[in-house]
Nanobody
Framework: QVQLVESGGGLVQAGGSLRLSCAASGRTFSTYAMAWVRQAPGKEREFAAAISRSGSSTYYADFVTGRFTISRDNAKNTVYLQMSSLRPEDTARYYC?????????????????WGQGTQVTVSS
């Protein structure tokens, strides 16, 4: 089991940048694929990015490609989401999620462990 705590959200102007962090508990962080998923008010959760256990493989949804970068530091039990060129439509609560195993799922429902999220608000 892994526990996840997100941080780094906040209010930013359109065109700005933010870096989200997700700290994981436990000594087996490197056995989990990790993902970032967002949810805007009144909308369903939207898969944004994922990274494999080693960090060698990544996946991005079309709406973030070229603007967001997912990375991880297994020595620090942390996964990051660097967001740039932010738009008002990126406003959402951003969740970190973990899935045990070698696979790199790209669907929200395939992730078992979730953090509480961090709010990102982009003003126009």
């Amino acid at each position: 089991q892994v526990q996840l705590v997100e941080s780094g959200g906040g209010l930013v102007q359109a065109g700005g940048s933010l870096r989200l962090s997700c700290a994981a508990s436990g000594r087996t962080f490197s056995t989990y694929a990790m993902a970032w998923v967002r949810q805007a008010p009144g909308k369903e959760r939207e898969f944004a990015a994922a990274i494999s256990r080693s960090g060698s493989s990544t996946y991005y949804a079309d709406f973030v490609t070229g603007r967001f970068t997912i990375s991880r530091d297994n020595a620090k039990n942390t996964v990051y989401l660097q967001m740039s060129s932010l738009r008002p439509e990126d406003t959402a609560r951003y969740y970190c999620a973990a899935n045990y195993g070698v696979a790199l799922p790209v669907r929200t429902r395939d992730y078992r462990y979730w953090g509480q999220g961090t709010q990102v608000t982009v003003s126009s």
